[in-house]
C-alpha cells in the first residue's frame, strides 16, 4: 500500500510563505501524477497545483504566480512552495498521488492570519 504523508503546514501571515512536503511510499514514485488540494471550512475540496511525470504543471487561476508545485524523484517528494499567502488560503492541503491508483494524505492545516 502506497502511503502519502504531508508535512510543513502551519501558521502564516498574510503575505508569508510557507513550503509543504509530501513523502510518496513508493518505488515507482517518478511515474506518478502528483497534485495538491485543498479544502477550506464549508467548501468543497479544489484542485490547486499539479505536476506529471514529465514535469509539466498546472495551477488553479486563484494560485498562479504565488505557488509552485515541484518534484525530487530521488527522495520521492513534491513540494508546494506558498507565497504571497493571503487569508484565503487557509484550508486543510491534501497531497494525491495517482498512477493507475489514487492515493491521499490525511492532510496538513495552513492558516493565514495576521
Known amino acids: 500500500q502506497v502511503q502519502v504523508v504531508e508535512s510543513g503546514g502551519g501558521l502564516a501571515q498574510p503575505g508569508g510563505s510557507l513550503r509543504l512536503s509530501c513523502a510518496v511510499s513508493t518505488s515507482i514514485f517518478s511515474s506518478y501524477t502528483l497534485r495538491w488540494h485543498r479544502q477550506a471550512p464549508g467548501k468543497q475540496r479544489e484542485l490547486v497545483a499539479s505536476?506529471?511525470?514529465?514535469?509539466?504543471?498546472n495551477y488553479a487561476d486563484s494560485v498562479k504566480g504565488r505557488f509552485t508545485i515541484s518534484r525530487d524523484n530521488a527522495k520521492r517528494t513534491v513540494y508546494l512552495q506558498m507565497n504571497s499567502l493571503k487569508p484565503e488560503d487557509t484550508a486543510v492541503y491534501y497531497c494525491n498521488a495517482a498512477y493507475f491508483s489514487s492515493f491521499w494524505g490525511q492532510g496538513t492545516q495552513v492558516t493565514v492570519s495576521s
Open positions: 505536476i506529471t511525470r514529465s514535469g509539466d504543471t
